[in-house]
């Protein structure tokens, strides 16, 4: 799932050209890997290191929409969005979800949420070295939880929509459609000097 959401973000970042985006990653806490920058080759490569395993264990969907609501709250553009993809339901963390998405709608911020994977038992990767310290990936099957209700709730007080995606076209298409949804047009007066 991770490989998987990395590539259509990639190609979402590729597709933009004026934009300041930033990423942050989630897990037991949030951490930011990216403020909102134009250095798409910073997003990129910081994009590529991101990995399960280096947080704390859980889902802490508030603290990560919180801290995504701090980075935008004093930009001036038009069009301010948070993209939240969670494969997991809240359970851990300082700031409840809903009172994060209350944050982002005084904001002025709209929320897009995307759930990720399947409710249940889900096969998980586990990722360690042999003997001979070489890289292995294991399996181990573990219950998962998502919480589509909060989710819909989240993107509704934002005025935003709310995603549910089990395979990796739809996917696509959603980032396709947000893409398209948040369009801002702008105006610029350029001169040019011949000599």
């Known amino acids: ?76 553009a038009k069009s301010r969005i948070i993209v939240l993809l969670t494969d997991g339901d809240n359970n851990v963390g300082q700031i409840d979800p809903k009172t994060a998405g209350d944050l982002a709608a005084g904001y002025g911020i709209r929320v897009y949420t995307i759930a990720v994977g399947k409710e249940g038992r889900v096969r998980i990767p586990v990722k360690s070295r042999n003997l001979f310290g070489e890289p292995t990936t294991s399996y181990v099957y573990q219950e998962n939880a998502l919480n589509p209700q909060l989710l819909k709730e989240i993107a509704e007080v934002t005025k935003a929509k709310f995603y549910r995606v089990t395979d990796e076209t739809t996917l696509k298409s959603v980032f396709t459609e947000i893409d398209k949804l948040e369009r801002s047009e702008w105006k610029t007066h350029e001169k040019l000097r011949y000599e």
């Open 1 to 76: 799932r991770l490989d998987i959401a990395k590539q259509t973000m990639k190609a979402f970042i590729q597709g933009r050209q004026d934009d300041r985006i930033g990423f942050i990653m989630f897990s037991g806490e949030p951490l930011t890997l990216a403020p909102p920058t134009l250095d798409y080759g910073l997003l990129l490569s910081q994009l590529q290191t991101a990995e399960t395993g280096v947080l704390k264990d859980g889902t802490a969907i508030g603290d990560g929409l919180a801290l995504a609501v701090n980075r935008l709250k004093d930009s001036k």
